[in-house]
């Protein structure tokens, strides 16, 4: 029998915010309030993160232009350097069991490449990977990046794929760490914008091929009070 994951799309969301809610899922995982394992989709306002290697000595712009651009500047728990997330990137934060998913941390991540690879694949993109950085290449342009945390067993982030974001703020970091690494987008790769809606159902869809799941889409209140303890509400019969 499949294992089922909680599918939960969300609209443009704070990067604060969706850090919050990852580390309420993962404390209702931990202590068995939430069994199910669970993806949410999302997009982000204009913002940098810095990693667990940090990120900042990578960020070629002073906080005043980074104000005037309107482009936050944040912390993040997961490992790796400075990114950047911006409206049409699409973003994906499983919070999985790795051991009850058999799945070491390494496959993991494999597994994240694979699921970016084949959603670019439908949309006529090939992509790769490189030894140099996790994630995904074309013709040398990082597409899709990876960014992972761990804690009592449980992975959490995931995944960023450039899709019609604007790839303007990734000229003042180094992307990763990376001197000189080039940024690309599946719409500059294509030269045309792709519909974010179908581009949710490929990763969707692919999600449950890759991992070989079953989604149960909910509504994010369902899960705030799933994450709260509280009751399922009832529906009343007319």
Not at 117 to 130: H, I, M, N, P, T
Not at 161 to 178: H, M
Request: charged share 20%; hydrophobic share 45%.
């Amino acid at each position: 029998m499949k294992r089922k994951w909680l599918a939960i799309d969300l609209p443009l969301t704070d990067y604060g915010q969706a850090q919050v809610l990852q580390e309420r899922c993962v404390a209702a995982k931990t202590d068995g309030r939430l069994p199910e394992d669970l993806m949410l989709l999302l997009e982000h306002p204009a913002v940098f993160t810095l990693g667990r290697n940090g990120g900042r000595e990578n960020l070629m712009v002073s906080d005043a232009y980074l104000a005037t651009a309107g482009v936050g500047l944040m912390p993040s728990e997961r490992g790796g350097n400075i990114t950047y997330h911006g409206p049409g990137q699409i973003v994906g934060y499983p919070v999985i069991d790795l051991q009850r998913a058999r799945m070491g941390v390494g496959d993991y991540v494999a597994a994240l490449e694979d699921l970016m690879l084949s959603v670019a694949q439908a949309w006529g993109v090939a992509a790769d990977r490189d030894d140099r950085n996790r994630g995904i290449w074309v013709d040398g342009a990082k597409v899709g990046s990876i960014g992972l945390c761990l804690r009592h067993g449980m992975a959490f982030h995931g995944f960023a794929l450039n899709v019609n974001n604007d790839l303007t703020p990734f000229q003042w970091i180094n992307p990763c760490g990376l001197a000189g690494v080039r940024m690309t987008s599946l719409e500059q790769v294509l030269d045309r914008e792709i519909p974010m809606a179908e581009l949710r159902q490929t990763v969707w869809q692919t999600a449950t091929q890759i991992f070989d799941v079953t989604l149960q889409p909910i509504a994010f209140e369902t899960l705030d009070r799933l994450l709260s303890g509280e009751p399922p509400v009832s529906r009343k019969l007319a």
